[in-house]
């Protein structure tokens, strides 16, 4: 009977996970930053369009991820789909270099063609504002969330909003990342 009654109250949590995400409050689009190359990208640019927004390191055991991330782009570009890699040194000084070393790194050993971001901090005290609308609930309406490790991936429907967050040990040609990317 206790076993029962345990199932009842926890089947909602598994049933309908969606029900307990908040609804969106705001959009990406408000935001800006700066590429690698320093020119200022406005979100509002990628209006009707999906996006993956990504952690990125280049001396990090999970930096491999830069070719399946291309191999993404290239196949959903012409459906509409943005990659914007933000380096950080955040995780264990994995990314120590300049802007212009690690935007080298990433075409040299990756052919990296999607959006490159200037480095920022994705934690802590300096936390750039784009990663604080991503892991803050009172400020995305949706889910907060923590940036694990490098390659953290957040997916951005085509309206701006959070839809969801994958784990950076996922690749980022996982079925989760394909099947939302193959949605309407």
């Known amino acids: 009977m206790k076993s029962t009654l345990i199932n009842l109250l926890t089947a909602p949590f598994f049933l309908f996970p969606s029900f307990f995400r908040g609804q969106p409050t ?3 689009h408000q935001f800006s930053a700066n590429s690698i190359e320093g020119k200022t990208i406005e979100f509002k ?34 459906k509409g789909l943005i990659i914007i890699g933000f380096p950080t040194n955040d995780f264990a000084h994995q990314d120590p270099g300049t802007n212009t070393e690690i935007h080298s790194f990433c075409e040299r050993n990756y052919g990296v063609t999607f959006l490159m971001m200037e480095k920022i901090s994705v934690k802590g005290d300096s936390i750039h504002p784009i990663y604080k609308w991503l892991t803050s609930k ?9 940036v694990k490790w490098n390659f953290q991936k957040y997916l951005i429907d085509e309206n701006g ?12 040609n996982n079925r989760k990342i394909i099947k939302w990317l193959a949605e309407n």
């Open 45 to 78: 640019e990628f209006k009707g369009k999906k996006i993956i927004v990504v952690n990125t390191a280049s001396e990090c055991g999970l930096t491999p991820q830069f070719k399946e991330l291309q191999e993404v782009y290239d196949k959903y570009k012409d």
């Open 138 to 146: 009172s400020l995305n309406g949706v889910m907060s969330s923590t």
């Open 26 to 28: 705001s959009s990406i």
């Open 161 to 172: 909003f959070l839809a969801h967050v994958i784990s950076p040990w996922k690749k980022p």
